[in-house]
């Protein structure tokens, strides 16, 4: 009974799964799948799939019981005032879904390579990792199979043990429990520092734009490391680094110099990731509406000598607006090159490679933006 329980919830995950992935870009652009964000489940909304249920109850007033003529109405029942409709109800079902099935799901959507971590990795884990048995140790960690085998062999070579009577009893010195050992792994980690302009040209649609693609980059990301740590920059004229809320929260004002925003990325990174220990990954979400020639030099210059030679990636997105120039873009693209891996004239993995641009127009746009700034594998 339990395996068959088992391979119907089995299937039904299947089902589930199907019904997220040819759904995808709908849950994207309608931010349904961040209906409920915990640690490590996000609950999904899923349409027109229900599970069947058994409904406990009452019997004793079944069908033809009790008093009332033929074609009376059952108390409770037919008594609203409201005119029945003829569409079928829009039953939804939330699902948990765990983070690693959504990344999976994302990476088979997309056709995503798996990430290959750069750098030396020297950041260590300390893990326990059960090694051995031992004769002493607490009871939850007591060994059946190897306490049985030390009991069958001692009574094996005592002689009492009776084939026609096999009744094995451990005794005290027959006792084996699990022992363990800390272990030191080597884990590679990842900071991703996400950049936005809030300036007045970037609205609250822009912004809730933002907020879905930082979702599932993150998704992405923790599928391919082992840890994980996200850090928020806003910036107009001047930049600074705020905290989750306030990043997809904040309201929009003034002007805009998009260097303040890579000075302190710049600044966060050299003060707390060391290159050699940590996957960088930078992400500037803006309207491309920039303050001067001379700030956009100032973004060359600092993404040319500082961010890009340390990092793995570097995405811009641009988002449209229709109080922005657009033109940020373009300055990127003509300093680094068309910032499509496949098409970059740079060879191999160089600063210049490690850029990468997308034009978001609306939220249809998301997945071919995280599948332009992915599908190289960085």
Known sequence: ??????????????????????????????????AREG???????????????????????????????????????????????????NHVLEVDVTLEELAEILGEELQLPRIEPKGEHRLTTVKDKYTGVRP????????????????????????????????????KSDLRYRSWNEVKAP???????????VSGSMGAEQKEIVRLEAFWIDTWLRKNYEGIESR??????V???????TFFSIREDGGTRISSAYNAARE??????????????????????????????????????????????????????????GGFVNVLRDAFGSGDSEESSEPGDTPASRLITSKVRDRDDILDSIRTFFKSGR
């Open 1 to 34: 009974m339990i395996n068959k329980i088992e391979q119907d919830h089995q299937r039904f995950r299947q089902i589930v799964r199907g019904k997220i992935r040819r759904d995808l870009r709908r849950f994207i652009t309608r931010g349904e799948f961040i």
């Open 39 to 89: 640690r490590k489940l996000v609950s999904v909304p899923i349409h027109d799939i229900d599970i069947p249920n058994i409904r406990y109850g009452d019997n004793s007033g079944g069908v033809g019981m009790g008093e009332g003529e033929e074609g009376d109405a059952a108390p409770g029942q037919g008594q609203g005032g409201a005119q029945g409709g003829e569409d079928k109800g």
């Open 136 to 171: 002493e140790g607490p009871a939850s960690l007591r060994h059946f199979k190897r306490t049985y085998r030390e009991a069958l062999k001692r009574q094996l070579a005592m002689g009492t043990y009776d084939p026609e009577n096999p009744v094995i009893i451990p005794i």
């Open 187 to 197: 884990q590679s980690n990842a900071v991703i520092i996400y950049m936005m302009d």
């Open 232 to 237: 928020y920059i806003v910036h107009d004229v």
């Open 239 to 245: 930049a600074g680094e705020v905290d989750r809320e």
């Open 268 to 325: 966060l990174l050299d003060g707390s990731y060391d290159p050699a220990d940590w996957n960088i990954y930078l992400f500037h979400f803006s309207d491309g509406d920039n303050s001067s020639e001379a700030d956009n030099r100032l973004c060359v210059d600092v993404l040319s000598k500082s961010l890009l030679p340390v990092c793995n990636m570097f995405g811009y997105c641009q988002v449209a607006s229709p109080y922005g120039s």
